[in-house]
């Protein structure tokens, strides 16, 4: 069980390690915490009797990791709108070093939504242990049906249906809510989205250039899990029409996803996407469903759906495609850094400051810069979590 300290020291030193900033990693300094804050990098031999240290035994010290897209771990998911599902989805991402999180719901019917969204908002009512949840991705039910992938294609609809209203009345705790822009009603729905300071993103799409361009006109500025339930060229006679993909990779005022569990995309697309869209664009996601952290062979749902753990990622049982990803953030960074050949730091960055500047929060997470609050993650050199603080507190395993 993972629970949290209730004592926060004043003024804390972590010593001895190797504190990963946006753009250089610093070792043979502390790291200074007081007063739930980073205050800043101090030589370590300087620091006077007041400070608590903390040897943290050559480890790498990180912000934080910040997951915008994940549906749930261990058997449960997000939407699951109970106490036992949240606590266990929110204290298992903080014991890999995750202390941020979107609560993401998957396509179901409109009332379910609804009630998750509603509990969502009494969960954040209180101090909860675990990762934080800094909002909730709003993930479907506006899909093209045949871009549906492992959502629930019963409940599929477009947003001209009047359904939006019941879920925008939430508006507060929603952060991103994808949809597939060619859809009637979709331009509607994302000039509303921008006017509530919610993120509006494409995803299970079936879209053609123009329409995602008329789209990011009315606001869309972000693109989920690149790849994965997307839209590439077509031919229409002598003519290639790109689709969501190509502008994706090419739109230097989107900010894209990437599942990088190395199952749902190989290296050779991974690497395309980086070296498109970069790290300051591109950030990592799990997706995770409630598959993550359970054995090969394991049944998971998703709705009323069951898939399979199987070849570490989830799948329908007749292999035809992935069900969502059984990997959490923090195993996804060794394979940036091994796989892809992406430098530690931007690695790291795209897990921690590229998702906290997504949702508008940079200013307070995502990077261990003074002033901002003390969310961090000390890792072991296979990036295991051994201790991970949210808000100067401990969490502790």
């Known amino acids: 069980m993972i629970i949290q300290s209730q004592q926060s020291l004043n003024r804390l030193a972590l010593t001895n390690g190797q504190i990963v900033l946006p753009h250089e990693i610093v070792a043979g300094n502390a790291l200074i915490i007081e007063a739930g804050k980073i205050v800043g990098i101090d030589n370590a031999a300087t620091l006077g009797s007041e400070t608590v240290q903390l040897d943290v035994g050559g480890r790498l010290i990180t912000p934080g990791l910040i997951d915008l897209h994940t549906h749930g771990a261990l058997g449960h998911t997000f939407n699951e709108p109970t106490e036992a599902a949240f606590a266990t989805i929110t204290e298992e991402n903080a014991r890999r070093g995750v202390t941020g999180l979107l609560a993401t719901t998957a396509t179901a019917p409109i009332p379910d939504l609804v009630e998750c969204l509603a509990f969502t908002r009494q969960w954040l009512s209180q101090s909860r242990a675990g990762a934080q949840i800094l909002g909730v991705h709003v993930e479907g039910p506006y899909f093209c049906l045949a871009q549906a992938g492992a959502q629930d294609p019963a409940n599929i609809r477009n947003p001209d249906d009047g359904t939006p209203d019941q879920l925008l009345a939430y508006h507060d705790v929603i952060k991103i809510m994808t949809f597939a822009p060619e859809l009637p009603g979709a331009l509607e729905l994302t000039a509303r989205l921008v006017e509530l300071g919610i993120v509006a993103a494409a995803g299970h799409s079936c879209a053609q250039e123009a329409q995602v361009r008329a789209a990011m006109a009315a606001g869309l500025n972000h693109i989920i899990h690149i790849w994965s339930a997307q839209s590439t060229t077509i031919r229409e006679g002598p003519w290639r029409k790109p689709g969501l993909l190509e502008v994706s990779l090419v739109d230097e005022n989107l900010t894209v996803e990437m599942i990088c569990d190395n199952k749902h995309l190989p290296p050779t697309l991974m690497k395309l996407a980086y070296k498109c869209i970069g790290p300051d664009r591109l950030c990592i996601i799990s997706d ?110």
């Open 288 to 397: 995770a469903t409630s598959g993550a952290g359970l054995p090969e062979g394991s049944h998971f749902r998703m709705g009323n759906l069951e898939y399979e753990v199987h070849d570490g990622v989830g799948m329908l049982f007749d292999r035809t495609a992935f069900a969502g990803s059984t990997t959490l953030l923090n195993q996804m960074i060794p394979i940036l850094t091994e796989v892809v050949g992406v430098p530690l730091v931007e690695a790291v960055r795209m897990a921690s400051l590229t998702p906290a500047r997504i949702i508008g929060l940079a200013g307070r997470k995502g990077s261990l810069e003074p002033g901002k609050e003390a969310d961090l993650a000390i890792f072991n050199p296979d990036f295991t979590a051994w201790r991970t603080m949210i808000g100067g507190r401990w969490v502790l395993d």
